[in-house]
T-cell receptor, first 116, second 116 residues
Framework: DTGVSQDPRHKITKRGQNVTFRCDPISEHNRLYWYRQTLGQGPEFLTYFQNEAQLEKSRLLSDRFSAERPKGSFSTLEIQRTEQGDSAMYLC??????????????FGEGSWLTVV | AQKVTQAQTEISVVEKEDVTLDCVYETRDTTYYLFWYKQPPSGELVFLIRRNSFDEQNEISGRYSWNFQKSTSSFNFTITASQVVDSAVYFCALRGNTGTASKLTFGTGTRLQVTL
């Protein structure tokens, strides 16, 4: 399977704990994105990388959130001191090389987070 | 600011009926891109189509067709002869060409339920 893959698919954690999600983009895609989706809503942009550089962060990305893409390949999204409001699905996506902002963004299956 | 409105929260049809999902968008960009994604219960966002703002030609792909009307800022999606497997949440999304050009703005989605 050469699609975007995310791990873990589901995570239940206690409030206050840290969690980390991993995303492996489609091979050779230089752009990688993180989105968050809550029930009944569309995905909301969190951040994106071009290669290893994090070029944009949404206001939704509080200080407790950090994303990295150290080698320009896979990415991690860490949430520290989780709160119940962090419960959501975290979607990773990637798009191909090139400056055309119309390039299609392909999404993974998401990582469901439940904070209890 | 960019905005996507999907006024239909939920639609129920009987198999073999035709159904149209509405999408209205707002953007100040002169060049932009419109997308439709399908989200089945598994959670993955499946890309269906991308349309550039400078190409108003409608498109048909099997049972799917898209009607892009720049004059009314609409990009509607029609499924002909619906099937149970079409049951999912469908999202319309917009990507501009200025600012965070890589960011997708999603609507709130339309849940389609196709029954026998």
């Amino acid at each position: 399977d050469t699609g975007v893959s995310q791990d873990p698919r589901h995570k239940i954690t206690k409030r206050g704990q840290n969690v980390t999600f991993r995303c492996d983009p489609i091979s050779e895609h230089n752009r990688l994105y993180w989105y968050r989706q809550t029930l009944g809503q569309g995905p909301e942009f969190l951040t994106y990388f071009q290669n290893e550089a994090q070029l944009e962060k949404s206001r939704l990305l509080s200080d407790r959130f950090s994303a990295e893409r150290p080698k320009g390949s896979f990415s991690t999204l860490e949430i520290q001191r989780t709160e119940q409001g962090d419960s959501a699905m975290y979607l990773c996506a990637s798009s191909s090389k090139g400056g055309n902002s119309g390039n299609t963004i392909y999404f993974g299956e998401g990582s469901w987070l439940t904070v209890v | 600011a960019q905005k996507v409105t999907q006024a239909q929260t939920e639609i129920s049809v009987v198999e073999k009926e035709d159904v149209t999902l509405d999408c209205v968008y707002e953007t100040r960009d002169t060049t932009y891109y419109l997308f439709w994604y399908k989200q089945p219960p598994s959670g993955e966002l499946v890309f269906l189509i991308r349309r550039n703002s400078f190409d108003e030609q409608n498109e048909i792909s099997g049972r799917y067709s898209w009607n892009f009307q720049k004059s009314t800022s609409s990009f509607n999606f029609t499924i002909t002869a619906s099937q149970v497997v079409d049951s999912a949440v469908y999202f319309c999304a917009l990507r501009g060409n200025t600012g965070t050009a890589s960011k997708l703005t999603f609507g709130t989605g339309t849940r389609l339920q196709v029954t026998l």
